[in-house]
């Protein structure tokens, strides 16, 4: 059975403070995505890493594939109130995506 | 059309009931997958159809049943409900073959009491 960990499973931080969550897996995906999710809406993908050691930017994120392919970073530089939502990794395989239980972050103003 | 559009939004059944839920997905998008969401938890896999077809399929009781149409609407259909089985019910699609992610409706929230 192939599970993804997400750490932490809560955050609270101020805003303009870094932060990084963590999405772990002892099992090799084909791709990982991250999604966020606010409450009542359906998750939005915001990326999707397919090679081992890849980076990529999106604004003020920065997401990181690892080397072996078993576990991402997500980077947010500079934190704003409008960045809180729960922040979800999932593995690709052939026909389905294995979410993590995510991580919730909440950025005060 | 774009987007993934889902009905109800919200529903109450009461235990023992069958509740039918649909989606409408995006122009396109030949794969349909359904993910079952428990409060405090990421989605789950039910499963997903491609050109009509089961093709896969998570660890979910035969009570759950799908059905994918050629305009590229779903549903997703629960038989003898329980207790466990509110959560919030996604329905996702994507182009086949691409390592996309994929586009996610806003979900319908099934209360069971």
């Known amino acids: 059975t192939q599970l993804l960990e997400q750490s932490p499973q809560f955050l609270s931080i101020q805003e303009g403070e870094n932060l990084t969550v963590y999405c772990n897996s002892s099992?090799?995906?084909?791709?990982l995505q991250w999604y966020r999710q606010e409450p009542g809406e359906g998750p939005v993908l915001l990326v999707t890493?397919?090679?081992?050691?890849e980076v990529k930017k999106l604004k003020r994120l920065t997401f990181q594939f690892g080397d072996a392919r078993k576990d991402s970073s997500l980077h947010i530089t500079a934190a704003q109130p409008g960045d809180t939502g729960l922040y979800l990794c999932a593995g690709g395989s052939n026909y389905k995506l294995t979410f993590g239980k995510g991580t919730l972050l909440t950025v005060n103003p | 059309e774009t987007g993934v559009t889902q009905s109800p939004t919200h529903l109450i059944k009461t235990r023992g009931q069958q509740v039918t839920l649909r989606c409408s997905s995006q122009s396109g998008h030949n794969t349909v997958s359904w993910y079952q969401q428990a409060l405090g938890q990421g989605p789950q896999f039910i499963f997903q159809y491609y050109r009509e077809e089961e093709n896969g399929r998570g660890n979910f009781p035969p009570r759950f049943s799908g059905l994918q149409f050629p305009n590229y609407s779903s549903e997703l259909n629960v038989n003898a409900l329980e207790l466990d089985d509110s959560a919030l019910y996604l329905c996702a699609s994507r182009a086949t073959g691409g390592r996309d992610g994929y586009t996610f409706g806003s979900g319908t929230r099934l209360t069971v009491v």
């Open positions: 890493v397919v090679t081992g050691g």
């Open positions: 099992s090799v995906f084909s791709s």
